[in-house]
């Protein structure tokens, strides 16, 4: 750290001034508590609601700049790890900060493949859901259900039992969508097949009747695996803060993991796939997309899969899944939703309101038009969001527990509720309310 990299703060109230150090382009929030009007006073806090600017670990995992529209993994660029990696192969970098090499590769292969099965009780557990329950609420609540069935993955700080954990929550998490999907439709179960590759073994889960074998079509195997390494992680998101949030009070790693794909649920983050094709179903024609954007710019309603809290250029993700949506067409056959996207696009790039604030396709944009033309219904997109992204809850919470600054994850308030009330009687309270 060179001598001038500090920042002096004089508090006015006292006039005294603190001199901090600046590192890696931030302040530590505990020294403004040196900033005190007196011993009784508590010192000075940062307020950032939504953590606008806040930088909450050290990470070494995903690299976003998010002016340029740039993503890496573990310092490899998304568009080389999509064009030539398979999806476990880059789980594997995920997690381990290194690509494998062949034998490396083949034993992970070998021991995903073998922890795909699950836990009879779980399909019990699954039957117990209304034919019509959302998917997403299905998953979540079967991944939370799977701590139940391996207590002692509470045993965060041992290291094995720790990759023990993450075996099975990438395994399993294609057999529970899967299953949740089998369900909506009242279809039976169909068991892993451990000859197929991850993602063809997931559409054989999913889509296999009477055949004994299932063939993936391989182009679509191949798109899915894409989708799949393009939603593998992106640093501290909402879904990953969870994760090491609840994680950090040394939680069940399931239980990190379903809370973390519950806020991913949400439409303002993976939710937001199954908006955009609502959205898109919601505009009849190509005439009909100027007044569509009229009404988004008077605030009546958003563009989904338009924005992001990061990317302020196109984001990387959205400009790959856009080559993938043509190579899918080009087999299932053209998807008029595409004709629409596309004149959303056109007009918003060009229209003031989206170039002031910086409004740019994200990645939720293009993949639901993809993930329909596969063939997975709506309610299935955020579930296909979240298999992939499990690989980046559980190596972000590996290394929170594994991180000596972290702790108890415990946010400060401003507290702006009233003081020192005294209760009064209800029948006093009563006689309040009806005057
Ligand atoms: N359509 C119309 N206006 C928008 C949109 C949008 N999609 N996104 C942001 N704005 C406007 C917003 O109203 C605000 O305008 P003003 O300054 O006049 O108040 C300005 O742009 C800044 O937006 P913000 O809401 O302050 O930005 P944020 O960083 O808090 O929110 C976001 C980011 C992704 C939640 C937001 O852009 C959004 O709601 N987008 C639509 C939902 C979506 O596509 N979510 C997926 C995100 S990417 C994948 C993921 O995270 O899972």
Not at 2 to 14: F, G, H, K, Y
Not at 397 to 419: L, S, V
């Amino acid at each position: 750290m060179a001598s001038n990299d500090t920042i002096t703060v004089t508090d006015n109230r006292t006039n005294r001034s603190v001199t901090i150090p600046i590192e890696d382009g931030t302040v530590r929030a505990m020294d403004f508590r040196k900033l005190r009007t007196d011993e009784e006073d508590f010192g000075l806090m940062l307020y950032d609601p939504a953590f606008m600017n806040t930088a909450a670990c050290r990470s070494n995992i995903t690299f976003i700049d998010g002016d340029r529209g740039i993503l890496e993994y573990r310092g490899y660029p998304i568009e080389d790890l999509a064009e030539n990696c398979t999806f476990l192969e880059v789980a594997y970098l995920i997690l381990f900060g290194k690509l494998p090499n062949t034998a490396e590769l083949k034993q992970w292969v070998y021991e995903i493949t073998h922890h795909t099965m699950l836990h009879e009780s779980m399909k019990k557990f699954m039957e117990g859901f209304r034919h019509d329950a959302h998917p997403m609420s299905m998953l979540i609540s079967t991944v939370a259900a799977l701590s139940s069935v391996y207590p002692d993955a509470v045993d965060v700080h041992d290291a094995d039992n720790r990759l023990l954990q993450i075996k099975r929550l990438i395994a399993k998490m294609p057999s529970i969508a899967a299953m949740s999907y089998r369900h909506s439709l009242g279809f039976p179960y169909v068991y892993p097949d451990n000859e197929l590759s991850y993602t063809e073994n997931f559409m054989n889960m999913l889509w296999r009747m009477v055949e004994p074998k299932y063939a993936a079509n391989p182009l679509l195997a191949r798109a899915l695996e894409v989708l799949f390494i393009l939603h593998l992680d992106h640093e501290q998101n909402c879904g990953t803060s969870t994760a090491r949030v609840v994680g950090s009070s040394l939680a069940s790693p399931y239980l990190a993991v379903a809370s973390a794909a519950s806020a991913l649920s949400g439409p303002l983050h993976g939710g937001a796939n199954e908006e955009v094709i609502r959205m898109l179903d919601g505009i009849d024609s190509l005439a009909d997309v100027p007044a569509f954007i009229d009404h988004v710019k008077a605030g009546k309603r958003k563009l989904m899969g338009f924005g992001h809290r990061v990317y302020k250029n196109y984001d990387p993700r959205a400009s790959l899944i856009k080559k993938i949506a043509e190579q899918v067409f080009g087999v299932t056959g053209h998807n008029p939703k595409l004709d629409i996207a596309l004149e959303l696009e056109r007009i918003a790039l060009s229209d003031d309101y989206f170039i002031s604030r910086k409004l740019y396709p994200n990645v939720d944009f293009y993949s639901g038009m993809i993930y329909q033309a596969i063939g997975f219904k709506p309610e299935m997109f955020t579930v296909l969001f979240a298999i992939p992204r499990t690989v980046g809850w559980l190596a972000q919470w590996q290394e929170m527990i594994c991180d000596n600054e972290q702790k108890i994850a415990r946010p400060r308030q401003i507290y702006t509720g009233g003081r020192k009330l005294k209760v009064v009687p209800i029948a006093e309270r009563d006689k309040a309310a009806s005057k």
